[in-house]
């Protein structure tokens, strides 16, 4: 009679041992399944960002030319600030020419 009680219950632990595995197996099927569509998100997630590395890199060499070109306009501001003073200077001592030549006019006009 032992014998009938541990077979009854040896065949309902091995039930039960073969429901667990059959619920496990089907766990971790769902878990792969939802690793894959992880994965899938992944993959778009990676490509997206290789996108946005690409248009950061196009705006950082475009930057580089503007910040180049706006260099050179510094270089050509400078050199026509320097011009403008120049003449400023020349214009300042060639003031006093026009008073100088009317005294001079004045002079040979009176004679």
Known sequence: MAEAIIGVLGAGILGLLGFSLSVIKSDIRSLGARLDRNEAILVKVLERLTK????????????????????????????????????????????????????????TGAA
């Open 52 to 107: 946005i590395e690409t248009v950061q890199e196009e705006h950082g060499r475009r930057l580089t030319r503007i910040e180049a070109t706006l260099e050179e306009h510094g270089r050509r501001l400078a050199r026509i600030e320097a011009t403008l003073e120049e003449h400023g200077r020349l214009l300042t001592s060639m003031a006093d020419h026009g008073e100088r030549i009317a005294a001079l006019e004045g002079a």
